[in-house]
């Protein structure tokens, strides 16, 4: 179960977020002014902090900021009625992972949460590894039956987003949202270049082929 820690002096707001997120399946921790809330984020363990922008005793940018000159890394979304572009760089460049413009859906909020946490849970990650191939996420290098693979910097990723969701089909529209960050479908060839040349590297002399073609849909990395 995650725990959330949300620092809200608005009670009705409060008390919405505290409701949904309790029937998502979170715990969540709920204080009223920034100073309180920066010492508990401190010295407890949160999945994510959620945070007003304008608090009493210490604003939402302040809690980021004293939060990152800590060293704690957990995830926080700053949430404000200043919701301007400039206001969300702010918060961004605060050290805020996400920013949230009120009047805001407490549904909208929660999933926002819950892709945070997936995020941060899986940058903890050091490794990969399906059957006999391994990814090193730090050096960034690959190898199958201790071979080692010769990637490119887009390969590399396309080959992690394949580990990360193996077992499963992906499309082509998925690859090119997780891996190139389009997020409409430009009619393009790429993702069907790249995986022609990473399905022979990473296949190359293997009796058990991982990267499979599924007709119609996409690919899939079998487990």
């Known amino acids: 179960m995650s725990h959330l820690l949300l620092i809200e002096d608005d009670a009705e707001t409060a008390a919405e977020i505290v409701a949904a997120t309790r029937n998502g399946g979170h715990q969540i921790s709920h204080v009223m002014d920034g100073k309180t809330g920066l010492d508990i984020a401190l010295a407890g363990h ?54 949230l413009g009120k009047p805001f859906a407490t549904d909208e ?46 390969e590399f990723r396309l080959l992690e987003y394949f580990v990360r969701h193996a077992g499963q089909v992906v499309t082509r529209s998925m690859l090119l949202q997780g891996v190139w960050d389009i997020h409409y479908d430009p009619q393009t060839n790429v993702v069907d270049v790249h995986v022609s040349r990473l399905r022979h590297e990473v296949d190359l002399d293997a009796e058990h082929p991982l990267i499979v073609t599924v007709r119609g849909v996409g690919y899939t990395l079998r487990a």
């Open 46 to 99: 949160f999945d994510v902090v959620v945070t007003d922008r304008m608090l009493p005793g210490l604003d939402g940018l302040g809690i980021v900021k004293a939060l990152r000159e800590s060293g704690k890394s957990i995830p926080v979304i700053v949430l404000s009625a200043l919701d301007s572009v400039d206001e969300r760089v702010k918060g961004l460049r605060a050290g805020g992972d996400d920013y």
């Open 109 to 154: 909020l929660l999933a926002r949460v819950e892709s945070l946490i997936r995020r941060h849970q899986q940058s903890a990650v050091t490794s990969l590894q399906v059957e006999d191939l391994h990814l090193d996420l730090l050096d960034r290098t690959a190898t199958r039956a201790g071979r080692t693979l010769d990637l490119t910097t887009r």
